[in-house]
T-cell receptor, first 117, second 113 residues
């Protein structure tokens, strides 16, 4: 299957600082990537859809100014958690679509565990 | 919008036995149904998927069945092994919604040696 690389895998930061998470498609171009958040023992919650060259589409209840998404190239999307607080601590996962059109197969990165002190 | 229900939430089987996880969806327009396996601390891994134009798909010990009339689909794992222990998620997608997946709640499968 296609490879999606996510970095870093784990980050600890102080409250009030910003953290950037990178999501790269290594062996394919991805016009569309997704960002999810996952709490322990829960399902994946879609935060936003990231489209190359355009603004991200955020799900209801997700703060756009809090979670900045940039999809500047066909292989890279970034999620920046601004002014992080302890309640932002979570497991963040990105995914990228392979195939496009009617195929739309989603492959996921390994996730980033964010701990805000 | 689409809603996906997944059962059971936990499943414990003996090594070598079969495991079945079931999902139902609400939107008849859904036409793509992937299954993901997630190990602790890792991202979900696609293990099998099925599209609405087929009723069954098999890949070695894993099979998925789809009943469009009843709007439910199931994952079947035969000859389970301890390494099959993980959380499994079903999902549904509607073709014209840009590939967005709606996930079930997950099933924690434990295979006891």
């Amino acid at each position: 299957g296609a490879v999606v690389s996510q970095h870093p895998s784990w980050v600890i930061c102080k409250s009030g600082t910003s953290v950037k998470i990178e999501c790269r498609s290594l062996d394919f171009q991805a016009t569309t990537m997704f960002w999810y958040r996952q709490f322990p023992k829960q399902s994946l919650m879609l935060m936003a859809t990231s489209n190359e060259g355009s603004k991200a589409t955020y799900e209801q209840g997700v703060e756009k100014d809090k979670f900045l998404i940039n999809h500047a190239s066909l292989t890279l999307s970034t999620l920046t958690v601004t002014s992080a607080h302890p309640e932002d601590s979570s497991f963040y996962i990105c995914s990228a679509i392979v195939g496009g059109g009617a195929k739309n197969i989603q492959y996921f990165g390994a996730g980033t565990r964010l701990s805000v002190l | 919008g689409e809603n996906v229900e997944q059962h059971p939430s936990t499943l414990s089987v003996q090594e070598g036995d079969s495991a079945v996880i079931k999902c139902t969806y609400s939107d008849s327009a859904s036409n793509y149904f992937p299954w993901y396996k997630q190990e602790l601390g890792k991202g979900p891994q696609l293990i099998i998927d099925i599209r609405s134009n087929v009723g069954e798909k098999k890949d070695q010990r894993i099979a998925v069945t789809l009943n469009k009339t009843a709007k439910h689909f199931s994952l079947h794992i035969t000859e389970t092994q301890p390494e099959d222990s993980a959380v499994y998620f079903c999902a549904a997608s509607i073709n014209n919604q840009g590939g967005k997946l709606i996930f079930g709640q997950g099933t924690e499968l434990s295979v006891k040696p």
